[in-house]
């Protein structure tokens, strides 16, 4: 069975124009959480000035947020589970504007990381619930596609993080930049708060969740912690997830700009517009790469031709010297787009586990996305200060091709790790195991 069997006044599913309203809704949650996640890749210089600190103090300052996201990702599975994506996401909203105004007003390291880490626990419920939410509001077979589009709006987040935030920091500073970000979210709460409901039945129309995905009292916090992390196939996708996006989420997310102004000769805006290819690749490959899953009933076989793909774009980019403009486009766009495959990862978790443990199940997964991304972006920063050889530019440390390289090297080792993690996974050809099972 793959829905609740309608009966009476619920005879009817929800119309698909009031399910995306509602689940697009929360997404863009998830648009202002990857906003904030990438938005220091254009205010290194900024950042390192006004706080006086090296690139190992801010890659820790970008990665606070990466830290707090993930150690929040099980709670938000449970809280998703127990309590519903409506309050978790409107609470979230309301603590992330204050985090963003803490980071915009702080006048020393130690309060910019409180912001960011604020920032980052917050919005950290985001994915987890609308991946919650689309359980209820579409119907199974449609999963990795509505994920796959959450990966879309979130990374239209980090466009706009990319070259128009670059611009508008230019024109106003970061902090007036940031503060703003804050007010958008204070709508965004209000918002989701009036319109969003858990469940169509709230609206009067039959739901799409499995039975046991509706009967919450049927499974505890801890028997779903207990079933979501004694699952093989979990660990599995856990570690795929996070070693195939975590090389995107450090390169885009803070590294890309610095090393392609100094190592590239670039103005900041133009480096922005290069990262920001292979965010739209990603936001792209999310909701492509998903569909595809659906429509050929496969989940192995499209997510690891994805990390084949994606962990050649890095090497090339890691071994290939002397690429032009046009073929580093490509490249980032191709390597950003297969990254996407995460999407598959995520439809695959929920399919290996019991459907009362969804929201726990993406949480753990999530988990390890931005959990990696959080140790790469620091190890980066150490890396490359291990490797300066002393030169600064107006105030800010210079690091050459050999520094980057050492430091990108290890973007190429993640990708790999990845390809091996998915191989060793086991089809569900789109069918929920505990269907299977019973």
């Known amino acids: 069975m ?39 890749a254009v205010m290194v210089d900024e950042l390192m000035r006004d706080f006086s600190i090296t690139a190992t103090l801010l890659g820790n300052l970008s990665a606070i947020y990466f830290y707090t996201y993930a150690a929040m990702q ?3 599975g449970l809280l998703a589970d127990a309590v ?9 909203a309301v603590v992330a504007a204050a985090g963003i105004v803490l980071f915009a007003l702080a006048d020393s390291l130690w309060m910019a990381s409180l912001g960011r880490g604020l920032v980052g626990a917050s919005v950290a419920v985001a994915f987890v619930a609308c991946m919650k939410l689309a359980g209820h509001w579409f119907p199974a077979n449609r999963f990795a596609t509505v994920t796959g589009v959450s990966l879309l709006i979130g990374n239209l987040g980090g466009v706009l993080a990319g070259v128009p935030l670059s611009e508008t920091i230019v024109s106003v500073g970061w902090r007036t930049a940031m503060l703003a970000s804050a007010g958008v979210t204070l709508i965004l709460a209000a918002f989701v708060w009036l319109w969003v409901r858990d469940d169509p ?21 801890g028997r779903s912690l207990k079933q979501v992390l004694s699952e093989r196939d979990t660990w599995l996708l856990f570690f795929a997830g996070g070693l195939i996006a975590a090389p995107v989420l450090t390169f885009a997310g803070l590294w890309g700009v ?3 102004v100094q190592i590239h000769g670039m103005e900041r805006s133009h480096a922005a517009g290069f990262t920001t290819v292979m965010l739209l690749g990603f936001a792209i490959g999310g909701p492509l790469l998903g569909a595809l899953s659906d429509r050929l009933g496969r989940r192995k076989l499209p997510y690891l031709g994805a990390a084949l793909v994606n962990a050649l774009g890095w090497m090339i980019f890691l071994l290939v010297d002397g690429l032009s403009a046009t073929e580093l486009t490509v490249l980032f766009a191709a390597t950003g787009f297969s990254a996407g495959g995460i999407i598959i990862g995520f439809a695959f978790a929920r399919e290996v586990n019991h459907p009362g443990a969804a929201g726990t199940a993406g949480g753990v997964v999530n988990m390890a996305v931005l959990g990696f991304a959080a140790i790469q972006q620091s190890a980066m920063g150490w890396i490359l200060d291990r490797n300066w050889r002393g030169a600064t530019i107006d105030g ?9 390289h050492a430091a990108f090297l290890w973007l190429a080792i993640s990708a790999l790790g990845a390809v091996l993690a998915v191989a060793l996974t086991r089809e569900t050809h789109c069918r929920l195991r505990f269907d299977s099972n019973s």
């Not at 009967?215 to 505890?220: D, E, F, G, T």
């Not at 800010?396 to 980057?404: E, I, L, M, N």
Request: net charge positive.
């Open 74 to 76: 099980i709670p938000s």
């Open 84 to 92: 519903g994506p409506r309050r978790v996401g409107t609470a979230a």
């Open 2 to 40: 793959s829905r609740q069997q309608p009966s009476g006044s619920l005879a009817r599913l929800p119309p698909g124009s009031l399910a995306w309203l509602t689940w697009g809704l929360l997404a863009s949650l998830y648009f202002v959480g990857f906003f904030q996640r990438v938005a220091p």
């Open 396 to 404: 800010t440390r210079f690091y050459d091709a050999g520094a980057y």
């Open 258 to 260: 610095p090393y392609l």
């Open 201 to 221: 039945s709230e609206r009067g129309y039959a739901s799409h969740a499995h039975p046991e995905a509706l009967n919450n009292a049927a499974m505890s916090a």
